[in-house]
């Protein structure tokens, strides 16, 4: 498939996964989401499990499109931006509808990258897109080849210069990704995103 090919490709879902320095990355990534944006955005952050997040108020001022923390049956909404809450595990169901589960930690995490995604590629196969971010973890590596089986588009966040590369190297060992590319090239593509469409740039 051309990168051309790809760019055009119908996009109805994001998933998104990070750990450490995750937090400076989607500053970068989230506020180039456009107002225009119809496809929702999942993401998946390690964070505390005995502490509340912060993260929609974080980010709700910075980003042109609705931001929150995920809540359990939630009906999922076009153009909005839903964080996994601390220690509970992020799923999509058929609706499309978010579903919360406190089932056993993934690679130590709960909320877990995995978990996600592969909840996702069953539910939007090849209309999604997986990111993998900085981390430390393993987590996200099975999640992001799911989405490829999928047929969905994948991309992870060049392991060099970023804060911390393990998360993204794993899942680069697990298969070649579409894109690998540094924020902000990934925060160029996010800005692509107009409609349901990535659209080629220029």
């Known amino acids: 498939m051309s990168a051309a090919a790809a760019l055009t490709r119908r996009i109805d879902a994001v998933v998104i996964g990070a750990s450490a320095g995750g937090v400076d990355g989607l500053s970068v990534l989230l506020p180039a989401l456009p107002a225009t944006l119809r496809a929702a955005i999942f993401v998946v952050l390690h964070l505390p499990r005995e502490h509340p997040s912060v993260l929609s108020e974080i980010f709700g001022p910075k980003c042109a499109v609705p931001v929150k923390e995920a809540e359990d049956k939630e009906p999922v909404q076009p153009g909005t931006i839903y964080f996994a809450p601390p220690d509970y595990h992020l799923l999509l169901d058929r609706g499309p509808r978010l579903a919360l589960s406190v089932d056993e930690p993934v690679h130590f995490s709960r909320p877990s990258v995995d978990v996600l995604f592969e909840s996702a590629a069953d539910l939007y196969a090849q209309r999604l897109l997986g990111v993998i971010l900085t981390g430390a973890s393993e987590d996200g590596a099975a999640g992001l080849a799911a989405v490829q089986r999928a047929g969905g588009l994948t991309v992870v966040q060049q392991p060099q210069g970023s804060y911390e590369s393990h998360m993204a ?16 090239g990934i925060a160029e593509l996010f800005g692509s995103l107009s409609g349901t469409r990535l659209a080629a740039p220029g």
């Open 169 to 184: 190297l794993c899942a680069l060992r697990r298969g070649p990704a579409d894109f690998v590319l540094r924020l902000e």
